[in-house]
């Protein structure tokens, strides 16, 4: 592994489903980070993660959660999938702290019918 | 008003011209100021960094921080067409230390 992984790369799902998108990372990274992007919009924060054990919530974080069990992973799930959360998820990473230069999964398109 | 905003774009400029990207922000207690790029279908890459008033330059790119203005910018210089692609700004306040907001990005097309 070499940065940040994300499974699975893209996924069609069936409203009213449960999903779990993975995040690994190997760059003992403190903070960690899930992002949704639609469609002509930027980066919004859904949850993130300062260190291992913690978690808070971003901007959107309705319908989502996350747990942080350890450094390497943070899994993002969808209790219940709705139409109004297709989208691409990317999950970073960060050292944390004031200067958070962040680096980026490739991301999971997420459709859900 | 959003706390991040760009120019709303798309930029085009011609092959070898300066690109100009700009971004406002609304916290002024923010201390950490990000460009990214990201290319179509890819996900973002870090490209500069800035924390302190003035210019900072890495190879053709230079951001400029004012922070009594909230005003940060990205300057490409000798752009090329691989320079076409959706550049994000994100602001760190020192507020929330370790979250970054993000700009809805500019969209840049260098035309041969």
């Known amino acids: 592994i070499a940065g940040i992984t994300q499974a699975p790369t893209s996924q069609i799902l069936a409203a009213g489903r449960r999903m779990t998108l993975r995040c690994t990372q190997d760059?003992?990274?403190?903070?960690m980070y899930w992002y949704r992007q639609d469609l002509g919009l930027g980066l919004r924060l859904i949850h993130y993660s300062n260190t291992a054990g913690t978690t808070g919530k971003g901007e959107v974080p309705d319908g989502y959660s996350v747990s942080r069990a350890n450094t390497d992973d943070f899994p993002l799930t969808l209790a219940s999938a709705v139409p109004s959360q297709t989208s691409v998820y990317f999950c970073?990473?960060?050292?944390?702290?004031?200067?958070?230069?962040?680096?980026f999964g490739p991301g999971t398109r997420l459709t859900v019918l | 008003q959003k706390e991040v905003e760009q120019n709303s774009g798309p930029l085009s400029v011609p092959e070898g011209a300066i690109a100009s990207l700009n971004c406002t922000y609304s916290?002024?207690?923010?201390?950490?100021f990000f460009w990214y790029r990201q290319y179509s279908g890819k996900s973002p890459e870090l490209i500069m960094s800035i924390y302190s008033n003035g210019d900072k330059e890495d190879g053709r790119f230079t951001a400029q921080l004012n922070k009594a203005s909230q005003y940060v910018s990205l300057l490409i210089r000798d752009s090329q067409p691989s320079d076409s692609a959706t550049y994000l700004c994100?602001?760190?306040?020192?507020?929330?230390?370790?979250?970054?907001?993000f700009g809805d990005g500019t969209t840049l097309t260098v035309k041969p």
């Open positions: 994100a602001v760190n306040s020192g507020t929330n230390a370790g979250k970054s907001t």
């Open positions: 760059m003992r990274h403190n903070a």
């Open positions: 970073a990473s960060s050292s944390g702290g004031d200067y958070n230069e962040q680096f």
């Open positions: 916290d002024r207690v923010s201390q950490s």
